[in-house]
């Protein structure tokens, strides 16, 4: 059954937008200091030739989506001219829908083909990964969403239901067990009855953060915001902190979390979360400290709420039976779960809970936040350090999916300049407040942007098609 309000896209326009970070952001291996946002236009056609126009955009965060020793520039520019390809072929994408069953049926069709193609020539060390294709895809997927709310004045998350999709989720996920149905199950039945409008506000401590006075450089900014973590906490009203890890020094690790855990319990925190960024290959690397923890750091161990993907993403090739750390602690997915596939084999792994998102595609966030709830697995909404529009998407995903606990978001912590035009539009949401951001702005169709509000001078469009 086809929708007369179903889309295709009929025209792109592709913007690179650069930011420099205020202090560097270490995790893993590698150090950021600068990113360039992908800007997406997309104007799409119903079945009547009404058009209508959305946006979308996301960090093309090299160090998260393709860790290589490959150099910085070379990647960069691979994810550049990706995005390019990807500008030309949805223009020419001949398929009509729903955003999601449009947004799913392109990364099913084309994505693959399009990475295997920009693969070819490329050893297989150096080869771009499948996650960042689903970032440099993940703008594209957003602006279709924007243009269907845009051409039906309606909010995105009010379109997931059997009144604008024309098929159920049995049409785009398997459950696990027999006990689980998706037949006449629309996204709907996931999401929150009524979106949340204020959210406890995770901030990240990164691995280069200086946590007290002895830490200080003389090289940090002296720009009016916070530098210590204990004046993050007060000056933003902090109870959440999620800590960078290395995964390769357990003494460093342990060290971190028991320092990070005595400030921010000083201060007010009341939630620690620890993030490896699946740089640890053996489970008791993460029980070892979790367990020392626990005996040494009583209360920092009592208020961790999750541990967050300490082990190498790609699950088909390092299959880890992770049960002995989820016994622990809540043990979240996020690099790895790329699509509710790799949702399902982390739980047949041990895996107990999944991050979120939308720089993944929301389309996919949305599937795999279905099948993991109904599997009985946690949900979160994890960030990629989003600046400007494409902090809006990622808070009303944490606003309609129940996670655990708020949603990170750390952009105004690395760099706050950037998002300046957004945030005299949205105050709420791009500065934190008693430990939260507020969605009170977010309103209007599509996802409630209020471009027209939004002072910013954008560049000329690297390509259109």
Known sequence: MNHKTDIRAVETALYFLPVKTRVPLKFGTETLEEVTCARVRVVVTDRNGKTAAGWGETPLSVQWVWPSPLPYAERLSTLKNFCISLAEAIASFDFSGHPLEVGIEFQESVLRE????TNQSRARDAAMPWLAALVCLSAFDLALHDAFGQLHQRLVFSTLNAEFL??????????ATEKVSFAKKYPENFLLSKRREQLAAWHLVGGLDPLTAADLTGAEPNDGYPVLLADWIRTDGLTCLKVKLRGNDALWDFTRLAKVGKIGLANGAQWFTADFNCTVREPDYVNEI???????????????????QPFPYELEHDRIDVRSVAARKPLFLDESAHDWRMVRLGRELGWTGVALKTCKTLSGALLAACWAQAHG?????????????????????AAHVNTIMGVETNGMQFYPEASTPEAAVH???YRRRNGEV?????????????????????????ARF
């Open 290 to 308: 979790l367990d020392r923890l626990q005996k040494d750091e009583p209360q920092c161990h009592a208020r961790i709420l999750y541990v967050e």
């Open 427 to 429: 105050p709420g949401i």
């Open 166 to 175: 024309n098929h159920d989720l049995g049409k785009f996920l398997d459950p």
């Open 114 to 117: 399009l990475l295997q193609k």
């Open 438 to 462: 507020n969605l009170a702005s977010i309103h209007g169709a599509g996802f409630g942007y209020r471009l027209d509000e939004i002072k910013r001078m954008l560049p000329e469009p690297v």
């Open 377 to 397: 697995m946690s949900l979160m909404v994890q960030d990629l350090t989003n600046p400007m529009l494409a902090q809006i998407p990622h808070v009303l995903l």
